[in-house]
């Protein structure tokens, strides 16, 4: 670096890391935001260059590059006058946009902490749902909900859109699959290729929408008049927009490994080959992220817990990294996964597959008999997994202590039992901190040879699931300390507890039960745990526990730490899964940058980047679910399209206004029974106990209420499924037209 460079950025504390990272170095971001916010209200350019001492050509388009990419990732906005201010001032905000298919929308901020930002169907007429903004804030209301004005679009999020294709009066549009996206796209007659009315299509937009007129696309792709047994994954994807196709640099990038590149490293590393690690997943698995052992100590264990080290293979700023931070996670589909890595990587030399020797990072952790972590250490080694395994063969082996599973595990039975023993203690700890343990069901399709649904069927989680299920927490924790203790920048899993508005609605259903959720106006973790000891002792009232689940806010990434509510962790970040999750690997760098002792101000990301990197991947989190959601509803809806007219039992799991949600028992298909269907009286919905009452007969439906149902109707392009009660086939039923009113 010359003198007059060194002179540049004497007073920039990220100029060593800046000078890494480019070949031309410029200011860094932050500097360049305290530059603009010590000026007395927006920088000019002129003012921003003089104050940085730029003068050379190539520095003045360094810099011009730099602030356009600030503006584009919502640091700074540019006024009228072409001057620059920061977001964060003048009630700026920058987030993602989530649209309602009723037209308005809310701007989720990027800076853990702040509310959602309301948008009027006039401010979401410039904008589509998965949209990046910056807002204004214009009102604040007396509950404390905000309202804004849509600034500037950073970033589209919909380059393709899902839909079928209507035409009127000679007018072509395209009404969008995906709810959210609450605009139609108009198609211009030069647009429409041969797509027909009624026609499912997919319309690439080229021109997105302003608060003058809407968003205009052509179609690029006929899909059929109906969704063809299939093809549900396949809109799913296309819907979300989830990049399913390796860009081929970064399929070269993955394929430059091979198990050559692990003997090279084997001398950089402690070698843990000896130890009996195993890995423990489910049968259908493929990737293998962790491997576990456990040894015993005189008041204790010590646990090992070995994840791939997927950091050696993808480096930050390659092609293999940039896609792996736009997927940012792997999405499972129904018999179907798209990996965030290639399968060279995903499935082969990151998968700790047996008998061969695998990179790894290892969290080793002294734990006491009654549960408490001692001291913990990471390190970069290489192991060996000795055996893959199953839940069914561990639970068989270890929990039931069936002779056959034991005789097939053989010597590794007995590790497997010091660390069932390990995990007794970790769940009695688990509960002295008062975690939350909801006992809800997930369910798995089974396909035939057709990819036809032969059954939908409960996935039971049994001691095995939870053995590793503590282990891999553990580990979490310790990665949290860790870098929290060398106050170093990384990304933790927060979660919140309730609001005071949910907490509210949650209460006052509780009460019409004759139950109390304890803690005041802020309830700790043990308060919801012993609400829901509670509850299954009135197995009919499991439903509540949806209900609880509901009032949490959702799990997101962010670099400024709050805990994590359910798990009853003051600190916790994902570290177990680098090969499925891009969050781990940010987690994996900060860790292995530490172990290397360099300095904080030399790592690769910003925190302004963390932000950032936290809001795409629980962005791209919110995606997969949603995807996979959609999937298995348009599946659901195959699977009863044979059964209308048939009988089934089911209980209430919502109750709205317009009608009662039913999940069938055994099936596991949710529906919905109209209000209008309820013939034998006018039913009214009360909202403070959530229950449709009747006015005459005073009947009332409840959620976890049992009811015989009919399906009557099943549309697998809304994905909705109606059914009717079974007393409507009753010719002895009373008809509500003859009952008078009072």
């Not at 360049?32 to 927006?42: A, H």
């Not at 027909?196 to 608060?211: C, F, L, R, S």
């Not at 799913?236 to 990038?253: C, L, S």
């Not at 060398?486 to 005071?500: D, M, N, Q, V």
Request: one cysteine or more; a positive charge.
């Amino acid at each position: 670096m010359t003198k007059s460079k060194k002179r540049k950025h004497s007073r920039d504390p990220h100029a060593e890391r800046e000078a890494k990272k480019y070949q031309h170095p410029i200011a860094s971001r932050e500097f360049i935001l305290e530059v603009i916010e010590n000026n007395k209200g927006p920088a000019t350019f002129t003012k921003i260059k003089k104050t940085l001492q730029i003068s050379s050509e190539r520095d003045l388009q360094s810099l011009e590059h730099r602030l356009r990419a600030m503006e584009r990732d919502g640091q700074l906005v540019r006024n009228r006058q072409g001057s620059y201010l920061p977001v964060g001032h003048a009630d700026l905000v920058r987030g993602r946009i989530i649209g309602h298919p009723d037209g308005f929308g809310f701007l989720n901020p990027d800076e853990h902490g702040q509310a959602d930002i309301f948008l009027s169907p006039r401010e979401m007429r410039a904008a589509l749902h998965g949209d990046r903004a910056v807002v204004q804030v214009t009102h604040t209301k007396r509950d404390g909900r905000k309202e804004g004005h849509l600034v500037e679009v950073l970033e589209r999020h919909n380059e393709q859109v899902v839909g079928r294709y209507h035409e009127e009066q000679g007018m072509g549009f395209v009404i969008p699959d995906n709810k959210r996206i609450h605009q139609d796209i108009f198609i211009p007659t030069t647009g429409k290729q041969k797509a027909v009315h009624g026609q499912i299509v997919i319309a690439k937009i080229i021109e997105h929408p302003t608060k003058r007129k809407q968003p205009i696309g052509e179609i690029i792709e006929v899909l059929g008049e109906h969704l063809a047994p299939g093809m549900e994954i396949d809109i799913a994807v296309r819907v979300h927009g989830i990049p399913n196709e390796f860009p081929k640099e970064a399929i070269n990038e993955a394929q430059a490994f091979s198990e050559d590149s692990i003997t090279q490293e084997l001398d950089q590393r402690q070698d843990l080959r000896a130890l009996p690690f195993v890995t423990i997943d489910g049968e259908d698995a493929k990737d293998f992220d962790d491997a576990v052992y456990c040894e015993t100590l005189k008041d204790g264990w010590k646990l090992y817990v070995a994840i791939a080290d997927v950091s050696f293979y993808v480096q930050p700023g390659n092609e293999l990294d940039k896609e792996a931070q736009w997927r940012a996670t792997s999405v499972y589909f129904p018999g179907f996964v798209i990996p965030m890595l290639p399968e060279n990587l995903s499935n082969g030399l990151c998968s700790l597959n047996p008998n061969i020797p695998r990179l790894s990072m290892v969290c080793e952790m002294s734990i006491s008999s009654d549960g408490e972590m001692q001291s913990y250490k990471f390190y970069n080694a290489v192991i060996q997994s000795h055996a893959r395994l199953t839940y069914t063969q561990v639970a068989a082996a270890i929990v039931d202590k069936k002779v056959k599973a034991r005789k097939s595990i053989g010597k590794l039975c007995t590790h497997l039992d010091e660390l069932y023993l390990l995990f007794k203690s970790l769940l009695q700890q688990r509960s002295l901190r008062g975690a939350i343990d909801f006992h809800t069901t997930e369910t798995k399709i089974e396909f035939g040879p057709d990819k036809k649904i032969i059954r939908i069927y409960p996935y039971e989680r049994n001691d095995a699931h939870r053995v590793i299920e503590e282990c891999m927490i553990a580990a979490n924790v310790a990665a949290a300390k860790f870098l929290t203790k060398r106050k170093f920048p990384s990304l933790y899993r927060i979660h919140e507890g309730p609001t005071a508005t949910k907490l509210k609605e949650l209460r006052q259903l509780l009460k019409t039960l004759g139950l109390n959720l304890p803690g005041g106006e802020k309830p700790q973790p043990k308060h919801y745990a012993q609400l829901i000891k509670q509850i299954n002792q009135r197995e009919q009232d499991r439903w509540i526990e949806t209900m609880l689940l509901r009032s949490l806010s959702q799990a997101v990434y962010s670099p400024d730490n709050v805990g994590h509510f359910g798990l009853a962790h003051p600190l916790y970040a994902h570290f177990t899964s680098p090969i499925r999750r891009y969050p781990d690997l940010i987690v994996h760098r900060a860790i292995s940058h530490l172990i290397a002792k360099r300095k904080a101000s030399t790592f690769f990301y910003t925190h302004n980047d963390l932000v950032l990197q936290g809001e795409h991947c629980s962005m791209a989190e919110r995606r997969a679910d949603d995807a996979t959601r959609d999937a298995e509803n348009t599946l659901k809806c195959e699977f009863m399209q044979d059964k209308i007219g048939k009988a089934f039992t089911g209980s209430i799991t919502g109750v709205t206004s317009f009608g009662l949600f039913v999940e069938l028992n055994d099936v596991y298909v949710e529906g919905l029974v109209h209000i209008s269907t309820l013939a034998d009286d006018y039913y009214q919905f009360n909202p403070n106990t959530m229950t449709l009452e009747g006015e005459l007969t005073h009947k009332t439906y409840r959620l976890g209420d049992t009811l015989d149902i009919i399906v009557s109707r099943v549309d697998i392009d809304e994905r909705k499924i109606d059914f009717i009660p079974e007393q409507n086939k009753s010719p002895a039923r009373r008809k509500r037209k003859k009952i008078k009113r009072k």
